[in-house]
Structures are given as structure tokens and as C-alpha cells.
Nanobody, 124 residues
Framework: QVQLVESGGGLVQAGGSLRLSCAAS????????MGWFRQAPGKDREFVAS????????VYADSVKGRFTISRDNAKNTVYLQMNSLKPEDTAVYYC?????????????????WGQGTQVTVSS
């Protein structure tokens, strides 16, 4: 059974930084694409970033390009999201996702497993 556990959320002032981590277990981590999504109150869950199983391909939402960086450490079964220059509109619950298709390049929501989420709050 896949388990994804996020950590690193919190309260930060605008312009600050946070690094989210997601520890995965339950299957061979290095074979699956990983990603981050977020959901603000009253809004739909939206894509933030993804990284291919090999780490060689990353994709970002336009709203976070140049500010956020996704990375993975396959030896630690962990994916990270470094968030810099945070803005109040980045406030949301951030969810880690793992695609269930082996050797996947991108995350497909309908084939993903999810963590429980971690709250990120950016004050102005």
C-alpha cells in the first residue's frame, strides 16, 4: 500500500521560503513520477509541479515558474518542493502525489496516489 507523508509546511511572510518534503513508501519509488498539487479554500485542486521517474523531466505551473523547484532523492524515497519568493496567493494545502504508472514522465491525476497534505500560509 502506497503511503505519502508530507512535511515542511508552515507560516511564512511574503518573500520568504519554505521547503516541503514528501516521504514515500509502499512501492519502488524510483520508478514513478512524483508531483505537488495545492488547494486553496473554495478553489479546486491545482497542479504545481511534477518530476519524472528518472528526475530528468520537470514541469511547473506558470504561476510558480522561476520561484519553485521540484527535486527527488531516490535513495531516500523523497520528493521535495523548494518554494522561494512566496506570495500570499501561494497559501493553500499542498499535496504530494505519486503516479501509479511505472516509468511515468508526468503526473495524471486520475492515476495518482495522494498524501494527506500540509498547510502553507503566506502572510502579506
Amino acid at each position: 500500500q502506497v503511503q505519502l507523508v508530507e512535511s515542511g509546511g508552515g507560516l511564512v511572510q511574503a518573500g520568504g521560503s519554505l521547503r516541503l518534503s514528501c516521504a514515500a513508501s509502499g512501492r519502488t519509488f524510483s520508478r514513478y513520477a512524483m508531483g505537488w498539487f495545492r488547494q486553496a479554500p473554495g478553489k479546486d485542486r491545482e497542479f504545481v509541479a511534477s518530476i519524472a521517474w528518472s528526475g530528468g523531466n520537470t514541469v511547473y505551473a506558470d504561476s510558480v515558474k522561476g520561484r519553485f523547484t521540484i527535486s527527488r532523492d531516490n535513495a531516500k524515497n523523497t520528493v521535495y518542493l523548494q518554494m522561494n519568493s512566496l506570495k500570499p496567493e501561494d497559501t493553500a494545502v499542498y499535496y504530494c502525489a505519486e503516479d501509479s504508472r511505472p516509468y511515468s514522465i508526468v503526473i495524471v491525476i486520475t492515476s495518482a496516489d495522494w498524501g494527506q497534505g500540509t498547510q502553507v500560509t503566506v502572510s502579506s
